[in-house]
C-alpha cells in the first residue's frame, strides 16, 4: 500500500536552509524560500545569472562540513550524482532533513509549487513523480486560486 505524503505547513522565516548546487533547480527552489523569510545559504562552483542575491553564496566545491547542524534542512540540486549523494548521507548522519532533486527515493521531503493569495496558501506536488505535471497544476491554480479566496472571503463576510 502506497501512502499519501503528509502536507506541513511549517513557518520558515528566519530558518537557516542549506542548498547545494547554482542551476536553475537550485535558483528556482532558492527564490520559493526566500518569499517565505528563509536565510538560504547555497554553495556551488558557480552560479546561474537567475540566482537570488540575496541568498549567501559560497563559490566552491561542496564540502561535508558545509552542513552545519543550524540547518533547518538541506536541498541538493547540484548536476552531480555523487555530490548529491554526499549531501543526503552528510544530512542523514546529522539526522537533517534532505531533498535530492536528482532521486526521489532519497528525499525526505518534496519540494512543493508554493500558490499564494496573501497569507492563504496551497501547494501542489507529484512526490517527485513529474515536475511537468507539477507545474502544469501550479499554473492553474495560479490563475484561478485568487478568484477562489476572494469568493470564499465575500461569502463569509455576506453570512455575518
Known amino acids: 500500500m502506497k501512502f ?6 511549517i513557518n520558515i522565516h528566519e530558518r537557516e ?3 547545494v548546487g547554482g542551476g536553475q533547480v537550485a535558483a528556482r527552489r ?3 524560500l526566500l518569499r517565505c523569510g528563509a536565510k538560504v545559504t547555497a554553495v556551488s562552483p558557480s552560479f546561474t545569472e537567475k540566482f537570488p542575491r540575496e541568498v549567501i553564496k559560497i563559490c566552491r566545491e561542496f ?3 558545509d552542513i552545519e547542524e543550524k540547518f533547518l534542512f538541506v536541498i ?3 548536476d552531480n550524482r555523487e555530490i548529491n549523494r554526499l549531501v543526503h548521507d552528510t544530512a542523514k548522519s546529522l539526522n537533517i532533513p534532505v531533498n535530492i532533486a536528482d532521486c526521489k527515493t ?5 519540494f512543493p509549487s508554493l500558490i499564494n493569495c ?12 513529474s515536475s511537468k505535471l507539477t507545474r502544469k497544476l501550479s ?3 495560479r490563475k484561478i486560486w485568487p478568484l477562489w479566496v476572494n469568493d470564499e472571503r465575500n461569502n463569509l463576510q455576506e453570512n455575518f
Open 76 to 78: 541538493a540540486a547540484s
Open 139 to 141: 499554473d492553474r491554480l
Open 118 to 129: 496573501e497569507n492563504i496558501s496551497v501547494s501542489v506536488n507529484s512526490a517527485g513523480e
Open 106 to 110: 532519497e528525499c525526505d521531503f518534496f
Open 4 to 9: 499519501p505524503l503528509f502536507p506541513l505547513l
Open 63 to 65: 564540502i561535508i562540513s
Open 17 to 19: 536552509i542549506l542548498i
Open 30 to 32: 532558492a527564490d520559493t
